[in-house]
């Protein structure tokens, strides 16, 4: 079994930056990928990133080139690095995995981002 939990959330103005972490523990070697959504009040829930464990990376085209997904393997941990932030951006985030590709087994419990002057 693997756990995920994430931190890194908080308050932060228009344009500034945040990084969030998603540390993996149990049997965390066996995760293939790791995901991040987020969902806004109201909104459905949206896919952010993914990176698997071979390095692969994908973006939606909301956070394209203001955000980073990125591993450290020794700390089984799983960022994200999000730049240029807008209001929008606001909303609780969460990292999920599995051990098969795309098949989400594992949730965290979320970390509150608020964008907001």
């Known amino acids: 079994q693997v756990q995920l939990v994430e931190s890194g959330g908080g308050l932060v103005q228009p344009g500034g930056s945040l990084r969030l972490s998603c540390a993996a523990s149990?049997?965390?070697?066996?995760?293939?990928?790791t995901r991040w959504y987020r969902e806004a009040p109201g909104n459905q829930r949206e896919w952010v990133a993914d990176i698997t464990l071979g390095g692969t990376l994908s973006y939606a085209d909301s956070v394209k080139g203001r955000f980073t997904i990125s591993r450290d393997n020794a700390k089984n941990t799983v960022y994200l690095q999000m730049n240029s932030l807008k209001p929008e951006d606001t909303a609780v985030y969460y990292c999920a995995g599995g051990n098969r590709p795309w098949r989400i087994e594992y949730w965290g419990q979320g970390t509150q981002v608020t964008v907001s002057s």
């Open positions: 149990g049997r965390a070697a066996t995760i293939y990928f």
